[in-house]
């Protein structure tokens, strides 16, 4: 995550039985795949859309990113799987639209279900990932750090996750049933790319020498079938920044894995409406921390200057020694940021598609789950070698300041910059102010970190960042999954995966089968993982590797120590630090303080002899529209904070048969689009554009625009309403 560097400072296929995927336009059939139903599994999708307007968007942490409307909504995906023998043993592994996962809203989610499915769903048992997608509705994390430019803490961004995750989570559970699972994994080649190559050279030459690429390219895919070899879903993991989408955005949309899952499951139940669908399609995210979708480079975007675009800086990602200039270019950056967020998804969806074709491996053996916490600051381990060492408390680098080339920093900040080079001593002088000066200690152990941001010791109001972790395994048969509080570089990712493998074999808990992966930013987000040796390069990622240069190893070691919880015999949990300390109580504080257009919905005015839902401008009626061409509707509009329309829409589009109107599009479709402009703050005005962009093989005939509202008046209840544009023919 390119997380404040400006908001602050301005799962091999084995063979199994046959299966075959037929795509087609009007009917989808998915292979069968004959096996004995060990599991129940059980499926779900949830709405998690916050605010759309005047709220700050989650990745990038721009000031300037505020949201004004919608492209896609932003979904959970719950999935449940139960030993069939055994149901108590289950695990839910929880894949959100959203940046990260944080401690405040699993919390959240643990106490709901575990209040109303006593028992079955816990704090050990549950695992919230994120797709890690950086154009999302922001504010909900619970440190301080990342909410610093939301102005604080967003409850209505919190909530609308909470409450759609847990519905997605009860779904699942309400749609369990018999049936079995199958693993396999495919070579997506095109859809990432590394930026910061320079950092992952300094990984040893040996090692690397191991790896055709500098990023992991396997897709993992596990399929959830029926008792009657029927699919019903997968979840797949593939490492790729959710930052297909630039931070000039304002738009809210779920970025390539949201993307991916949309064109997934429309093509299995084409006339289902985005949300309502009940064949599930996981993208989760894994070893993301120096992934990016921007496959064709970064390159200076600086009219006038001799470097205009040429490559940046292959060490520093610089144009003209400043980084703002450097951007990453995705593979439809000649058309769009959004048509390289489709190209890139659907590279996925073409990887799952093989997968979904092929004879996939069976999953058996028990169902088991391991959680617990630790505390990073000053944890003392061994090494291997024998060595001791220590992690350290939070804090962030410089080249946290710099940025990445997906979202490039401010100031003077660049990435790469280590102890070993001087500082600017304007910032030396002022970083005390902004967090506490770092003692002699914690420079020692931060080494060779220059420490921007003492974020460990900053407390005011509240923590900054989280000292605290969740270590979680989950154990599916032969696979266990590693859900990660962090993003973890490509050979971070893959160092973590090969040492568990090796202790899960050497101790007898699974065979020469075992398959591990990776699932982050998951749970706690504790910004990134990188390697001790692209830690000493000092990068973005390394900059942004909080606990220090062994948090790698930290990790490793403690992933290890708990691997027998998982043995097939196997009870209880293991000792566990104090967990986290809830933050959310705390925030109103700042909240208190925040600007006048984050405070709540004061209320809403149609304007003088106007109505909520009148066209301002309407639609052409003249002549038909064609495939290609934006059918554009302005209406009288009123907040879209008032009602968050969870599990509806914004926007319809209506076809008229057989003299009745049936909706055909939605606010989740990415050929709509809902924006929002307040025209005048004093009066309570505001205006609503709906585009829908034609697609091609869109039947010919009658339609119109549908826009549904709700206003708040200064006194009284909030009243929905709905405006409708005249009638349109498409030919």
């Known amino acids: 995550m390119q997380l404040l560097q400006r908001g602050l400072l301005c799962l091999t296929a084995f063979l199994a039985s046959a299966g075959i995927f037929t795509d087609g336009a009007s009917s989808k059939a998915l292979g069968v795949q004959g096996a004995s139903a060990q599991y129940l599994l059980g499926l779900g999708i949830g709405d998690i859309t916050g605010p759309v307007v005047e709220t700050n968007m989650m990745g990038y942490a721009s000031l300037s990113q505020v949201d004004t409307g919608l492209h896609m909504r932003q979904r959970s995906r719950a999935f449940i799987i139960a030993d069939a023998a055994n149901p108590s043993?289950?695990?839910?592994?929880?894949?959100?639209?959203?940046?990260?996962?944080?401690?405040g809203v699993r919390r959240s989610i643990v106490s709901a279900l575990s209040s109303e499915f006593p028992g079955l769903y816990t704090n050990e048992n549950i695992a919230l990932s994120s797709t890690h997608q950086h154009s999302g509705v922001g504010g909900y994390l619970e440190d301080l750090l990342p909410q610093i430019t939301a102005l604080g803490y967003v409850n209505q961004s919190a909530q609308a996750i909470v409450a759609g995750t847990v519905l997605a989570v009860k779904r699942a559970h309400a749609s369990l049933a018999a049936g079995k699972l199958s693993l396999g994994n495919t070579t997506v080649v095109d859809g990432n790319r590394n930026r910061s190559p320079s950092a992952y050279l300094a990984n040893p030459a040996e090692e690397r020498a191991r790896y055709e690429y500098d990023q992991d390219k396997d897709l993992t895919l596990v399929r959830f079938d029926d008792a009657n070899g029927n699919a019903r879903g997968f979840l797949s993991f593939f490492a790729v920044h959710g930052t297909s989408i630039y931070e000039n955005n304002t738009l809210v949309s779920s970025d390539n894995k949201g993307m991916a899952a949309y064109l997934y499951e429309s093509s299995i139940e084409p006339d289902s409406m985005p949300g309502n669908n009940t064949f599930v399609a996981g993208f989760a995210q894994s070893n993301v921390g120096d992934t990016s979708p921007n496959t064709?480079?970064?390159?200076?975007?600086?009219?006038?200057?001799?470097?205009?675009?040429?490559?940046?800086?292959?060490?520093?990602?610089?144009?003209?020694?400043?980084?703002?200039?450097?951007?990453?270019?995705?593979?439809?950056?000649?058309?769009?940021?959004?048509?390289?967020?489709?190209?890139?998804?659907?590279?996925?969806?073409?990887?799952?598609k093989t997968l979904m074709g092929q004879q996939l491996t069976p999953i058996t053996g028990p169902v088991k789950w391991v959680h617990t916490y630790m505390n990073m600051s000053f944890r003392s381990f061994t090494l291997p070698n024998g060595t001791t060492v220590q992690t350290c408390p939070p804090a962030m680098g410089y080249s946290f300041a710099g940025g990445t080339t997906d979202g490039p920093g401010a100031f003077d900040f660049i990435q790469g910059d280590n102890s070993s080079n001087s500082q600017n001593p304007f910032w030396e002088l002022v970083k005390g102010a902004v967090t506490p000066d770092p003692d002699q200690q914690q420079i020692d152990c931060q080494f060779p970190k220059p420490i921007l941001l003492n974020t460990g010791f900053a407390h005011w109001p509240y923590e900054w960042s989280p000292n605290t972790v969740d270590i979680q395994?989950?154990?599916?048969?032969?696979?266990?999954?590693?859900?990660?509080?962090?993003?973890?570089t490509t050979m971070s990712g893959r160092?973590?995966?090969?040492?568990?493998?090796?202790?899960?074999?050497?101790?007898?808990?699974?065979?020469?089968?075992?398959?591990?992966?990776?699932?982050?930013?998951?749970?706690?987000?504790?910004?990134?993982?990188?390697?001790?040796?692209?830690?000493?390069?000092?990068?973005?990622?390394?900059?942004?590797?909080?606990?220090?240069?062994?948090?790698?190893?930290?990790?490793?070691?403690?992933?290890?120590?708990?691997?027998?919880?998982?043995?097939?015999?196997?009870?209880g949990q293991p000792p566990s630090d104090p967990a986290p300390v809830d933050q959310t109580s705390k925030a109103i504080s700042?909240?208190?303080?925040?600007?006048?257009?984050?405070?709540?919905?004061?209320?809403?005015?149609?304007?003088?002899?106007?109505?909520?839902?009148?066209?301002?401008?309407?639609?052409?009626?003249?002549?038909?529209?064609t495939a290609g061409e934006a059918v554009i509707a302005t209406f009288v509009g009123a907040n879209p904070r008032n009602n968050l329309r969870l599990e509806q829409t914004f926007l319809t589009v209506d076809q008229l048969v057989n003299g009745q109107w049936n909706a055909v599009r939605s606010d989740s479709h990415p050929s709509t689009t809902y924006q929002w402009t307040r025209t005048s703050t004093i009066l309570g005005t505001s205006t609503v554009n709906i585009t829908w962009v034609i697609e091609d093989g869109t039947p010919s005939g009658t339609y119109r625009l549908t826009y549904f509202g709700d206003s708040k008046p200064l006194i009284g209840n909030i009243t929905p309403f709905v405006g409708h544009s005249s009638s349109f023919t498409i030919s």
């Open 590 to 625: 700042l909240q208190a303080r925040r600007l006048l257009n984050q405070t709540g919905v004061v209320f809403d005015a149609a304007g003088i002899g106007r109505d909520f839902g009148e066209v301002l401008t309407d639609v052409r009626t003249s002549s038909p529209y």
């Open 89 to 103: 043993n289950r695990v839910v592994f929880i894949n959100a639209d959203i940046a990260m996962g944080d401690t």
């Open 473 to 488: 395994m989950l154990r599916v048969g032969q696979l266990v999954i590693l859900v990660m509080p962090g993003e973890l």
């Open 495 to 571: 160092r973590m995966r090969e040492a568990l493998r090796a202790k899960l074999i050497s101790e007898g808990v699974l065979g020469d089968d075992a398959y591990v992966v990776i699932a982050g930013p998951a749970n706690t987000y504790a910004h990134y993982v990188a390697t001790h040796e692209e830690y000493s390069v000092q990068r973005y990622e390394g900059a942004s590797t909080i606990f220090g240069q062994w948090t790698l190893d930290s990790y490793i070691d403690k992933y290890s120590s708990i691997v027998s919880y998982l043995a097939d015999d196997a009870t």
């Open 296 to 352: 064709l480079g970064a390159f200076c975007e600086s009219p006038g200057e001799a470097w205009d675009g040429q490559p940046c800086d292959f060490d520093h990602s610089t144009c003209g020694n400043k980084t703002e200039d450097c951007h990453g270019r995705g593979p439809g950056f000649r058309i769009s940021d959004f048509e390289s967020n489709k190209i890139i998804a659907q590279y996925q969806v073409d990887g799952a």
